[in-house]
């Protein structure tokens, strides 16, 4: 995959595989923090929010380093602590100093917008609201940024059948309650579910934020780790099964190279055609799944020619062939 600082220009639409084994993913907040789940369906939903956060928390830990003060940093914007007005105040601040002293309003906006993209990796990869202050930003089309990145909400392949467990603990919280031998508490979990989540990457957008292919190699790496350094035992063990990845290169020989660059910025075909082509099988029929071994995910009916396949390797992030689909092995 390219690593270089050009911006992105292929669009891709990728296909994210993930399981929870005796773990609560997401929970939800107005219902006791019971896993999330669609009631029409009993399947379990991972918010989009949810899976960002896991991006961000992975790139503050291995942020790369900024090869130059132009260059695109890494520095988030939504992360605990931070107060946002401050941080895009001191964008507007930053990027006026950069200025003509008889810049108009329009301009300073700009700036600023593009200067919080290029500073903040979390921006230009999902985009933001920055008119959110009293500032110049407010009430203007500059302060909504519209990343290239998009997460759908995950949804699990089957039907979810929540526990409660009750736990205890030998010491107590007030000194009143001292006398008492133990506490109670309460956890939910999914015994076993796996999760599939949609995730759109755009060029048009990627042109406006900044964007880079050395952006989306980071970004590859944070879905594929995000779970390796997020640990707790609430989550239980939450483990990525698979990343499929159609990079839309063109369909035309290659001597019409002007007509594959149009197709790979639009798209060779409708993203749901290419997610229809990967299969994902229950061996056995019916029952409630127990682990990732009673499944079976295939990609055999995916339409051709719409990339090459990458997947990892021991020695590397990426190993290209000529095949239709950037994608990892299932690990």
Same mark, same amino acid.
């Given at each position: 995959?390219?690593?270089?600082n050009?911006?992105?220009?292929?669009?891709?639409?990728?296909?994210?595989?993930?399981?929870?084994?005796?773990?609560?993913?997401?929970? $939800?907040?107005? !219902?006791?923090?019971?896993?999330?789940?669609n009631?029409t369906?009993?399947?379990?939903?991972?918010? $989009?929010?949810?899976?960002?956060?896991?991006?961000?928390?992975?790139? $503050?830990?291995?942020?790369?380093?900024?090869s130059?003060?132009?260059?695109?940093?890494?520095?988030?914007?939504?992360?605990?602590?931070?107060?946002?007005?401050?941080?895009?105040?001191?964008?507007?601040?930053?990027?006026?100093?950069?200025?003509?002293?008889?810049?108009?309003?329009?301009?300073?906006?700009?700036?600023?917008?593009?200067?919080?993209?290029?500073?903040?990796? $979390?921006?230009?990869?999902?985009?933001?609201?920055?008119?959110?202050g009293?500032?110049?930003?407010?009430?203007?089309?500059?302060?909504?940024?519209?990343?290239?990145?998009?997460?759908?909400?995950?949804?699990?392949?089957? !039907?979810?059948?929540?526990?409660?467990?009750?736990?205890?603990r030998?010491a107590?919280?007030?000194?009143?309650?001292?006398?008492?031998?133990?506490?109670?508490?309460?956890?939910?979990?999914?015994?076993?579910?796996?999760?599939? /989540?949609?995730?759109?990457?755009?060029? /048009?957008?990627?042109?406006?934020?900044?964007?880079?292919?050395?952006?989306?190699?980071?970004?590859?790496? !944070?879905?594929?780790?995000?779970?390796?350094?997020?640990?707790?035992?609430?989550?239980?063990?939450m483990?990525?099964?698979?990343?499929?990845?159609?990079?839309?290169?063109?369909?035309?020989?290659?001597?019409?190279?002007?007509?594959?660059?149009?197709? /790979?910025?639009?798209?060779? /075909?409708?993203?749901?055609?290419?997610?229809?082509?990967?299969?994902?099988?229950?061996?056995?029929?019916?029952?409630?799944?127990?682990?990732?071994?009673?499944?079976?995910l295939?990609?055999?009916?995916?339409?051709?020619?719409?990339?090459?396949?990458?997947?990892?390797?021991?020695?590397?992030?990426?190993?290209d062939?000529?095949?239709?689909?950037?994608?990892f092995?299932?690990?």
């Amino acid at each position: 995959m390219n690593n270089s600082n050009d911006i992105l220009t292929n669009r891709h639409d990728i296909l994210l595989f993930f399981e929870v084994t005796n773990g609560n993913p997401n929970g $939800d907040p107005d !219902a006791g923090n019971l896993p999330r789940l669609n009631p029409t369906s009993n399947r379990g939903i991972v918010t $989009d929010v949810c899976l960002k956060r896991k991006v961000r928390n992975w790139v $503050d830990l291995f942020r790369p380093e900024r090869s130059g003060a132009e260059a695109n940093g890494y520095n988030l914007l939504v992360r605990q602590g931070n107060v946002l007005n401050a941080e895009i105040s001191n964008g507007i601040e930053k990027s006026g100093e950069l200025l003509a002293s008889n810049a108009s309003k329009s301009e300073k906006q700009e700036a600023a917008m593009k200067w919080l993209c290029r500073e903040f990796f $979390d921006v230009r990869t999902f985009g933001s609201v920055l008119s959110t202050g009293g500032d110049i930003m407010r009430g203007t089309a500059w302060g909504q940024v519209r990343g290239p990145v998009q997460f759908t909400f995950a949804q699990s392949i089957h !039907a979810i059948t929540p526990m409660e467990i009750s736990i205890t603990r030998c010491a107590v919280t007030k000194e009143e309650d001292e006398r008492k031998e133990r506490t109670m508490g309460h956890k939910h979990i999914v015994p076993y579910a796996l999760y599939a /989540a949609k995730i759109y990457i755009s060029p /048009a957008f990627a042109e406006r934020t900044g964007f880079t292919n050395a952006d989306l190699v980071l970004f590859f790496k !944070a879905i594929n780790h995000m779970f390796e350094h997020d640990r707790s035992a609430t989550r239980g063990e939450m483990v990525v099964r698979g990343i499929y990845d159609f990079e839309h290169v063109g369909t035309q020989h290659e001597n019409n190279a002007e007509r594959n660059r149009s197709e /790979a910025r639009l798209g060779c /075909a409708h993203a749901h055609i290419l997610f229809e082509g990967i299969e994902v099988r229950l061996n056995g029929g019916g029952g409630f799944p127990q682990s990732f071994a009673e499944y079976q995910l295939n990609c055999g009916n995916c339409p051709v020619a719409y990339g090459c396949l990458s997947d990892m390797n021991e020695g590397g992030f990426w190993r290209d062939q000529p095949l239709f689909v950037n994608g990892f092995e299932l690990f």
